[in-house]
């Protein structure tokens, strides 16, 4: 069974429409797709209906930001309800402080000379949650800076005036909220935080201990090395495995929906969790 339990839609910074995303998939072969926006269920309905038409097996679920030790971590959430009440108010609060982070990189930026730029990049953002990249896109169309890389390098980037911290909740509570909603935590991409293996093994003994369930051992097409490493931690912390491609953009084609490695044979698939 093709399964592919990560991507990316409209509804956050993937670049189609729930029903596109679900088209899509079915077109690749993918018999198992949950859509997981960052921070958002916004396109769940649409996704579900979708999958229903083309007969397509549907996960709901949703990739939380957290941070765990001054790291960002990603909490995918699979299976979730997404009318739960805890979930959503967590996420309306989120999305509250959001918008107040972008409003005080907006009074900095607006200190050196650049204007209106939260309302820049309100309108670049969208419907998706408001971001840095979304500022960064607002100072290049201004002509403010020669391009993206450069945006982060001036103003946006860590250290820099524009570098507001974002108050991500902690790891263990976005677990709880995740399980509240009846779903199950799953450790995002574990090779994306370039952690030491040391530090790679601290996360998961809390993840564990905040009640997580799974790892993404597979994010995309991988080196069978980390499949490997991330199986035997699957083993080593008592965690089922998960798998997924992080697609956000069909213009990225080395990242597309179902272009997943599959799982090893001695994984215990998270799916059985809700299959
Ligand atoms: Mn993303
Ligand atoms: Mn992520
Ligand atoms: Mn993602």
Not at 146 to 156: Q, R, V
Not at 170 to 193: C, R, T
Not at 219 to 246: H, K, M, P, V, W
Not at 262 to 275: H, I, N, T
Request: hydrophobic content about 40%.
């Amino acid at each position: 069974m093709k399964v592919d339990l990560h991507c990316h839609s409209l509804a956050s910074d993937g670049a189609l429409a729930p029903a596109q995303v679900l088209r899509r998939a079915h077109a690749n072969g993918v018999q198992m797709l949950a859509l997981t926006d960052h921070d958002t269920v916004a396109g769940v309905p649409e996704a579900a209906e979708t999958a229903k038409a083309l007969g397509m097996r549907f996960v709901a679920g949703i990739e939380v930001s957290s941070q765990w030790s001054g790291v960002g971590i990603h909490v995918v959430g699979l299976a979730i309800d997404p009318d739960n009440e805890i979930l959503k108010a967590a996420l309306d609060e989120q999305s509250r402080k959001r918008e107040q982070r972008g409003v005080e990189i907006g009074r900095r930026l607006a200190k050196l000379g650049f204007e209106d730029c939260y309302e820049g990049a309100k309108k670049i953002a969208g419907d998706s949650e408001l971001g840095r990249p979304h500022f960064a896109r607002y100072l290049v169309n201004q002509g403010y800076v020669e391009n993206h890389g450069s945006a982060f390098d001036k103003y946006l980037g860590a250290g820099k005036v524009g570098d507001v911290k974002s108050q991500w909740p902690e790891l263990d509570e976005v677990v709880s909220w995740i399980h509240a909603a009846g779903g199950y935590a799953v450790l995002a991409h574990p090779d994306k935080y370039k952690l030491t293996r040391m530090k790679l093994k601290r996360l998961l003994t809390d993840f564990k201990a905040a009640g997580g369930d799974a790892i993404e051992v597979v994010s995309g097409t991988q080196n069978r090395d980390i499949t490997g490493y991330f199986t035997r931690l699957c083993e080593e912390f008592d965690l089922y495995a998960s798998c997924g491609s992080d697609f956000h953009n069909p213009n990225t084609q080395w990242c597309d929906l179902g272009k997943v490695d599959p799982l090893p044979k001695s994984c215990r698939p998270v799916w059985q969790l809700f299959c």
